[in-house]
């Protein structure tokens, strides 16, 4: 996780249209409420276009810094999520891009789909993309964007996904599983980002005992 066009390092077309949206946005106070209260808001973007993105947010206690040190690490990333049967990194370009495997069984509606992906952490943008290499989908592809909020001490992540299977199954279906799934994939991120780096104070998770 719409027109997903890789080139060098950027985006273009819709992709980047959207991407330059989601950064220019603010969060209104309800919706930081909800978020800082450790809710995940999914919704679509992009109506009335047969591919649309599925977007989620999450709050996360910890700056932006420990958030991408942790999503840099694919492998261990994923390391908790039943969902996520493999992932190996198969190829690495430095000094930024990543190709990387995975195995995910998204739903007992689904089978598992095995696929690789080119990812690039963008750093100086705090901006993860990627998109589908070879493997099962017609289209995958998206962004992971972090924003920092509180004066750079937390985080929210903004996770956007287009994802097209193919004839099989109608993209209503696939949307639905996505937006449906989503949320515990957020919370286990944010698992993963708070255990793998300590703090003084974490809301909504506490710390573990000194």
């Not at 959207?18 to 679509?44: C, D, I, Q, Y």
């Not at 750093?123 to 070879?134: E, N």
């Not at 994802?163 to 599983?177: A, E, I, K, M, N």
Request: with cysteine; hydrophobic share 40%; charged share 25%.
């Amino acid at each position: 996780m719409t027109l997903f066009v890789m080139v060098g390092s950027g985006l273009m077309g819709q992709a980047a249209d959207f991407l330059r949206t989601v950064e220019k946005k603010e969060l209104t106070p309800a919706e930081l409420a909800r978020l800082k209260k450790g809710e995940v808001l999914v919704l679509e973007e992009a109506k009335g276009q047969r591919m649309r993105y599925v977007m989620a947010k999450v709050w996360i206690d910890r700056s932006p810094d420990r958030v991408w040190k942790t999503l840099s690490n694919q492998e261990a990333l994923f390391k908790g999520d039943s969902r996520m049967k493999r992932v190996k990194v198969v190829k690495t370009i430095p000094p930024r891009t990543q190709h990387i495997a995975y195995t995910l069984s998204v739903s007992r509606l689904f089978p598992a789909f095995d696929y690789t992906t080119r990812v690039d952490f963008l750093k100086p943008s705090w901006l993860i993309q990627f998109v589908r290499m070879s493997g099962s989908f017609k289209s995958f592809k998206g962004f992971a964007k972090l924003k920092p909020i509180e004066g750079g001490q937390q985080t929210v992540m903004v996770y956007a996904l287009q994802l097209d299977s193919g004839p099989l199954l109608p993209q209503f279906l696939v949307r639905t599983v996505l937006k449906s799934s989503l949320p515990d994939l957020m919370r286990e991120v944010r698992h993963q980002v708070h255990s793998q780096n300590p703090c003084i104070q974490a809301i909504p998770e506490p710390c573990p005992a000194k």
